[in-house]
């Protein structure tokens, strides 16, 4: 089974705060993921990543940067964390496949208020 | 993507099956059925997919018309735990497009 593991189910920072979010995937997906939940506005992407030191911005990428130091590892950087950034956070991850449109699965998420 | 519309909640009882269906009209001939599920405050849980043939797993099966129109995800023996938001999703077939969009979904709820 795909395992994609999050640091952190709930978190609470203060305005300000440089905040780190982690997540790692042990099936040697090339893909990794990082979204946002928040209600009546869906699932938004933030950043993705198709290989190791490679990312492309998603829908909404300010305020937030990311690393990829490790194929297994994709961690979410919340620069300076501002009340706005409160919401679910999920990463996912999949197989890089030309052919057919792969499947993104997901981790449990990270719940992050920001005071 | 295609754009999909489901019911928005449908209750089922338990050990019943619960058919959830799913409109894509304007689906193309390149573009997969998805169906995800997502259970209060936990990340969304792939469940299956097609391109057009009907699909079985271990979670469910998903049958698509013919004319590839609209699509079933059929859960055979419903539990308690099933109870979630289903979301049917159609994606372009290739590696091009990595953005995952879920629509509002269909909140089932697994009545005792």
């Known amino acids: 089974d795909v395992k994609v593991t999050q640091s952190s189910r709930y978190l609470v920072k203060r305005t300000g705060e440089k905040v780190f979010l982690e997540c790692v995937q042990d099936?040697?997906?090339?893909?990794m993921f990082w979204y946002r939940q928040d209600p009546g506005l869906g699932l938004r992407l933030i950043y993705f990543?198709?290989?190791?030191?490679?990312?492309e911005k998603g829908d909404i990428p300010e305020g937030y940067s990311v690393s990829r130091e490790k194929k297994e590892r994709f961690s979410l950087i919340l620069e300076s964390a501002s009340t706005n950034q409160t919401s679910m956070y999920l990463c996912?991850?999949?197989?890089?496949?030309?052919?057919?449109?792969?499947?993104?699965?997901f981790g449990p998420g990270t719940r992050l208020l920001v005071l | 993507d295609a754009k999909t519309t489901q019911p928005t909640s449908m209750d089922c009882a338990e050990g019943r099956a619960a058919n959830l269906p799913c409109n894509h009209s304007?689906?193309?001939?390149?573009?997969?059925v998805y169906w995800y599920r997502q259970i209060h405050s936990q990340g969304p849980q792939y469940i299956i997919h097609?391109?057009?043939n009907n699909e079985t797993n271990e979670m469910a099966s998903l049958i698509i018309t013919e004319d590839r129109k609209s699509s079933t995800l059929i859960l055979p023996h419903a539990t308690l735990r099933d109870t979630a938001v289903y979301y049917c999703?159609?994606?372009?077939?290739?590696?091009?497009?990595?953005?995952?969009?879920f629509g509002k979904g269909t909140l089932l709820t697994v009545n005792p």
């Open positions: 097609g391109l057009k």
């Open positions: 990543s198709y290989d190791v030191k490679m990312k």
């Open positions: 996912a991850s999949s197989l890089l496949d030309k052919t057919v449109q792969e499947t993104q699965y």
């Open positions: 304007t689906i193309s001939g390149n573009e997969y």
């Open positions: 999703i159609v994606r372009v077939g290739g590696g091009s497009n990595y953005k995952l969009t």
């Open positions: 099936m040697d997906h090339e893909n």
